[in-house]
């Protein structure tokens, strides 16, 4: 149930961010690559999109598959494809980005992972690659420096997530979407950061009642 709602929820952002928009039978196909992928079918995946190539959530979403399942050539030329159809797909870049690197074309990922970082430089999955990509050529005080800049960012949104469970909490939502966010917020933050302390302690409070 939790799947399908998100799918459709995705779906429905999704459409209306494009300006040409799918037909009925693309929409279906995207939505049934969706729940395969999702379920890590990455063949299936591939072998429902395998005709798309107009609409670029599809597109993108068949990129994926090609390159969690080890077909990078394809992987690149559709995640090409998407950028020719969005070029401000940061999704789409960060991809590419991969790609190169998978390929050993670091020079081509450390290229692309500026160009994203130049448009958006708290893009916190970006940092992290530029960060293995440094790491990658031995540069350890660079990958340090994007990692602290992750890091801050990570906090940031920690902060917000946390903001808003106390929010849930005061508002006497449920205990459950309370505790989701603090688990997020959780996984955003290093072991020893200050900040879970408040949160373990926000968690164990609502864990009581």
């Known amino acids: 149930m939790r799947l399908a709602l998100f799918t459709f929820c995705t779906l429905f952002l999704l459409l209306a961010s494009c300006n040409r928009k799918p037909d009925a039978e693309t929409i279906r196909l995207y939505v049934r690559a969706s729940d395969a992928y999702a379920l890590g ?54 991809f590419l980005a991969r790609i190169f690197r998978e390929k050993g074309d670091i020079a081509g990922a450390v290229n692309m992972t500026e160009n994203i970082l130049a448009d958006n430089p708290q893009d916190i999955r970006t940092l992290r690659l530029a960060a293995e990509l440094a790491m990658d050529t031995g540069k350890l005080d ?56 408040s949160i373990s302690n926000l968690e164990e409070i609502i864990r009581r009642q």
């Open 142 to 197: 660079e990958a340090m420096v994007f990692l602290n800049r992750a890091s801050e960012y990570s906090a940031e949104s920690a902060m917000v997530l946390l903001d808003r469970a106390r929010l849930r909490w005061i508002a006497g939502l449920t205990n459950d979407n309370v505790l989701e966010d603090l688990s997020r917020a959780k996984a955003m933050l290093p072991w020893d950061a200050p900040l879970l302390r």
């Open 41 to 94: 079918q990455f063949d299936s995946v591939k072998q429902i999109l395998q005709r798309e190539n107009n609409f670029p959530p599809a597109l993108m979403l068949r990129t994926k598959a090609e390159y969690f399942s080890g077909d990078i050539e394809r992987a690149e030329m559709s995640c090409r494809r998407v950028i020719k159809l969005r070029p401000s797909s940061s999704e789409a870049r960060i």
